[in-house]
């Protein structure tokens, strides 16, 4: 999945591509559950390339509460700015500004494709993927799935430490 930059010109290019679910790895947070659509205009400024368009598909990830599979579509877009690696080289210590973030870097008149893919799909993710807006998580007491059935365990938490005041009270 690289682009290579030697066959663009200096002209602006339009890309259109679509990659197989196969093409990525499964992680630990997500699996690539449709093909990728990507779409973006590639055009040479000076010494650097400005990336700009969108991505998407869906992605199988963990349901925070219950722990289930769930589908989460991702129509991402994005914005970068690739610079030369040989250019960016260099050993000062400098603070990171906002303009930094939509930085990349690519090597060897070549922009990898995978790599831009991955990053947007983590920065997609929902912070707390849930498989449905009302899900009710795992019983703390047994570990059912309270999605499925009720498990019948007491919801009322009482510290054993205090099971001597209880007494007390039933006196």
């Known amino acids: ?44 400024i000076r010494d650097w390339y400005q990336l700009a ?33 040989a250019l960016s080289a260099g050993t000062n210590d400098a603070e990171i500004d906002n303009e930094d973030l939509t930085v990349a870097f690519y090597r060897d008149d070549q922009i990898d494709l995978r790599q831009l893919i991955s990053e947007q799909f983590y920065l997609g993710l929902p912070m707390k993927p849930l498989c449905q807006e009302d899900c009710r998580g795992l019983c703390a007491a047994c570990g059912k799935n309270l999605n499925s059935a009720d498990c019948g365990c007491s919801v009322e938490w009482r510290d054993p430490r205090l099971a001597v005041l209880d007494g007390l009270l039933k006196r």
């Not at 969108?54 to 610079?83: I, K, M, N, P």
């Open 1 to 44: 999945m690289l682009l290579d930059l030697k066959t663009l010109g200096e002209s602006r290019v339009h890309l259109e591509r679509t990659y197989p679910p196969s093409a990525f790895e499964a992680t630990d947070e997500f699996i690539v559950g449709k093909p990728v659509e990507l779409v973006c205009e590639v055009e040479k």
């Open 53 to 85: 368009g969108h991505l998407s598909t869906r992605l199988r990830v963990q349901c925070c509460r219950c722990g289930e599979g769930c589908d989460t579509d991702l129509d991402l877009a994005f914005d970068l700015r690739y610079v030369s690696e």
